[in-house]
């Protein structure tokens, strides 16, 4: 199988939406008030705020992360994603007990319904942010 990789490319992709946080994090931090469940609800919060009251008919679903990190603390980035496809999954928020049911994209966070995720990241002076742009496989 074969799809474009051009998330900008308009006749493959619907932009969903994009919005961003003053954080970077990883999943499996359990310290008190750090727990995963905690991030993504910080998640939901932040994309509820520019959430379309639409969402278009999509066949799957697709995320470009980009991570800015303050510090020189390890940071692995491979474990970003984790948080930020599960704060959309149907199965997770229920499980969770969010209130945040309408960002439910998909019923689970497996290959049937995500099929492709872009993360970049990079080293910064100042305060760390996390960008999110969500997208929909139409083409």
């Not at 959430?51 to 980009?66: D, G, L, N, Y």
Request: glycine share 6%; with cysteine; net charge negative.
């Amino acid at each position: 199988m074969s799809f474009d990789w051009n998330l900008d490319n308009p006749l493959a992709y619907s932009l969903v939406t994009k919005f961003e946080f003053d954080a970077a994090f990883t999943y499996g931090d359990m310290r008190p008030g750090n727990e995963d469940k905690v991030k993504r609800e910080l998640i939901r919060g932040f994309a509820s705020l520019s959430f379309p009251e639409t969402i278009p008919q999509v066949k799957w679903w697709a995320f470009r992360i980009v991570v800015q990190k303050d510090g020189n603390r390890a940071f692995d980035i491979e474990n970003v994603p984790k948080l930020i496809i599960d704060s959309f999954c149907r199965k997770q928020i229920l499980e969770d007990g969010s209130s945040h049911l309408k960002l439910a994209l998909y019923q689970d966070d497996t290959i049937d319904f995500v099929r492709l995720m872009q993360v970049a990241g990079t080293r910064i002076a100042d305060q760390s942010k996390t960008t999110v742009t969500v997208y929909g496989f139409v083409g």
